[in-house]
């Protein structure tokens, strides 16, 4: 019941009339051609508004509260999109994200792995996608304690977000921000600030 209760306030409630199927039964070919684009309409509505409400759960620290959504992303991403698709990438990281900030690293370190493969098997991956995943890969570092390998995911972050948006590109501030939090832990307040400047 709680899980129920969780899911319907998660995300159910935003998609539920999205989940209608459409008419079962069609008599023509063209019939069935909008039947088709009518079903994929409706799982791409479902995409978007899923992990919207995901990312905005995780931008309130609500990490409990983005599961849900994140995983009913995944799942109607994968049907629109086709499960070794790059698209999918996004809502594997928002899922580890959704995961490390419940706990549970031994499931967010699965989401990763699941991103890390599909950029590794898409030879023509967008700077822009391995960017997210490095910073994915940095942050869930830091979870873990890992400071050295999460600055290197860092910076891989800002290079790949630089050549992909721009020098100056506001999509390369937050690998630069996360950097500089890491050497504040360190005590390393001259880097830090350097960078908070750059941000």
Known sequence: ASHQGADW??????ICPLLIPPQPCFHSERDRKHGKEQ?????????EVAFS???GFLWEGKALEALPAALQALRFSARVFGWSSVQLVPVYLLLAEAS?????????SKYLSEAEWIVLQTPDCPAA????LHRGLGLFCVAQGKLDQALYHLATDVYLATSAFGVDAVEVSGGYFHMANIFRRQ???????????EV
Do not use: F, P, W
């Open 100 to 108: 490390t900030g419940t706990g549970n690293l031994r499931q967010a």
């Open 187 to 197: 005590n390393k307040m001259d880097v830090a600030n350097s960078l908070y400047t």
């Open 129 to 132: 996608v391995q960017s997210r």
């Open 39 to 47: 079903l994929l309409s409706r799982q791409s509505s479902i995409v």
């Open 9 to 14: 306030n998660s995300i159910h409630e935003k």
């Open 53 to 55: 409400a995901a990312q």
